[in-house]
Nanobody
């Protein structure tokens, strides 16, 4: 099996920073894309940022210039550095990873359990 465990969420004031981490473990052969999504109450889950195994990144327009996604392939870990946080950034943040398991052929998407980010005025 494959598990994704997030950490780093919490309460921060407007304009503050947080760094989220997500470590993948288990029967991992290789990981393609990794990403961060978020879901606020009453809203759909949305992509915040993604990164390929080669380091190419994509961002939602709402976070460009404020958030930075990165990964450590040796540690199977993806990070999200969030700066200049706004109240509208408050949500549960989920990490995802497209994983090919050991001796596997197909890619499967796995999700973390989510970590809460709260931004106070």
């Amino acid at each position: 099996q494959v598990q994704l465990v997030e950490s780093g969420g919490g309460l921060v004031q407007v304009g503050g920073s947080l760094r989220l981490s997500c470590a993948a473990s288990g029967s991992i052969g290789s990981i393609n894309d990794m990403g961060w999504y978020r879901q606020a109450p009453g809203k759909q889950r949305e992509l915040v940022a993604s990164i390929t195994s080669g380091g190419s990144t994509k961002y939602a327009d709402s976070v460009k210039g404020r958030f930075t996604i990165s990964r450590d392939n040796a540690k199977n870990t993806v990070y999200l550095q969030m700066n200049s946080l706004k109240p509208e950034d408050a949500a549960v943040y989920y990490c995802s990873a497209d994983v090919r398991r050991r001796r596997g052929v197909f890619l499967y998407s796995y999700w973390g359990q989510g970590t809460q980010v709260t931004v106070s005025p």
